[in-house]
């Protein structure tokens, strides 16, 4: 069984910072692409930011010049650095990852999601 679990969450003032990681585990070949998303209460899921196994990267606008995505494939970990925190940035952040479990297959799979609050 293949599990994504984030972590790193939790409350910061705006302009703070937060790393967030998500690591991989479980009968895992290797990854393709890894995505961060984030969900605010009453709004739809976004897509904040990607890696592709290349380590070709690209950002949702609202977040280019703040946010960094990386990533450790000997960790199966990727990250997502986020400064100049606003409080808009506040939801829960999910990883998403394309995941190789056969010489053949793939599978998509989702975290469960760490909250990132930003408030004064």
């Known amino acids: 069984q293949v599990q994504l679990v984030e972590s790193g969450g939790g409350l910061v003032q705006p302009g703070g910072s937060l790393r967030l990681s998500c690591a991989a585990s479980?009968?895992?070949?290797?990854?393709?692409?890894m995505d961060w998303y984030r969900q605010a209460p009453g709004k739809q899921r976004e897509l904040v930011a990607g890696?592709?196994?290349?380590?070709?990267?690209n950002y949702a606008d609202s977040v280019k010049g703040r946010f960094t995505i990386s990533r450790d494939n000997a960790k199966n970990t990727v990250y997502l650095q986020m400064n100049s925190l606003k409080a808009n940035d506040t939801g829960v952040y999910y990883c998403?990852?394309?995941?190789?479990?056969?010489?053949?297959?793939?599978?998509?799979?989702w975290g469960r999601g760490t909250l990132v609050t930003v408030s004064s």
């Open positions: 998403n990852a394309d995941v190789v479990i056969t010489t053949s297959g793939h599978v998509g799979v």
């Open positions: 479980g009968g895992i070949f290797s990854l393709y692409a």
């Open positions: 890696i592709t196994s290349g380590g070709s990267t």
